[in-house]
């Protein structure tokens, strides 16, 4: 990514769009819902969550991710250490046919990795996701509080 891209991306925050708005995204037989993320600071790591459900009969995988907000993205997994849970990193995360995968706190999710810029709470960040069968997709990752548990709560 150029300098010049990033200096815009940087001058120019994300326009926020009401989550609760937005239907679920359709990619081949996939359908995407509850795309969120979480506020954190520039230069630290961010985490992405959402909902694949694969209403196909051939199995699909989520291969990567990308944003222009953070230098990469990975796929991670929590795994239990003794007493503590730790994030690792997997190389896919399958969807079978009739399946539906919840990325969510405490579980599978997307990292946001060396963020040039902050994710502000009430914005959307854009990620790309590459699935094996579906292709690409893009969608914007609402952001909530740092804290939060879930996607947007709505009417509070
Ligand atoms: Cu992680």
Same mark, same amino acid.
């Given at each position: 990514?150029?300098?010049?891209?990033?200096?815009?991306? #940087?001058?120019?925050?994300?326009?926020?769009?009401? #989550?609760?708005? &937005?239907?679920? $995204?359709?990619?081949?037989?996939?359908? $995407?819902? &509850? #795309?969120?993320?979480?506020?954190?600071? /520039?230069? +630290? &790591?961010?985490?992405?969550?959402?909902? %694949?459900?694969?209403? +196909?009969?051939?199995?699909?995988?989520?291969?990567?991710?990308?944003?222009?907000?953070?230098?990469?993205?990975?796929?991670?997994?929590?795994?239990?250490?003794?007493?503590?849970?730790?994030?690792? /990193?997997?190389?896919? %995360?399958? $969807?079978?046919?009739? #399946?539906?995968?919840?990325?969510?706190?405490?579980?599978?999710?997307?990292?946001?990795?060396?963020?040039? /810029?902050?994710?502000?709470?009430?914005?959307?960040?854009?990620?790309?996701?590459?699935?094996?069968?579906?292709?690409?997709?893009?969608? +914007?990752?609402? $952001? /909530?509080?740092?804290?939060?548990?879930?996607?947007?709560?709505?009417?509070?």
């Amino acid at each position: 990514m150029t300098r010049r891209v990033l200096l815009a991306l #940087a001058l120019a925050p994300f326009p926020p769009l009401p #989550a609760a708005a &937005q239907p679920g $995204i359709r990619a081949g037989d996939l359908v $995407i819902t &509850q #795309a969120w993320s979480r506020a954190a600071g /520039q230069g +630290g &790591q961010g985490a992405g969550y959402l909902t %694949i459900a694969n209403r +196909g009969t051939a199995p699909d995988r989520l291969l990567s991710a990308s944003s222009p907000a953070a230098g990469r993205m990975e796929l991670h997994s929590m795994v239990r250490d003794g007493d503590v849970m730790r994030m690792r /990193q997997v190389p896919a %995360i399958d $969807i079978a046919p009739g #399946a539906t995968v919840e990325l969510r706190p405490g579980g599978l999710h997307l990292m946001f990795v060396g963020l040039g /810029q902050p994710l502000r709470q009430g914005e959307t960040v854009p990620v790309t996701l590459r699935f094996e069968r579906a292709g690409e997709v893009s969608l +914007g990752f609402a $952001i /909530q509080a740092a804290g939060a548990r879930g996607p947007a709560h709505h009417g509070h």
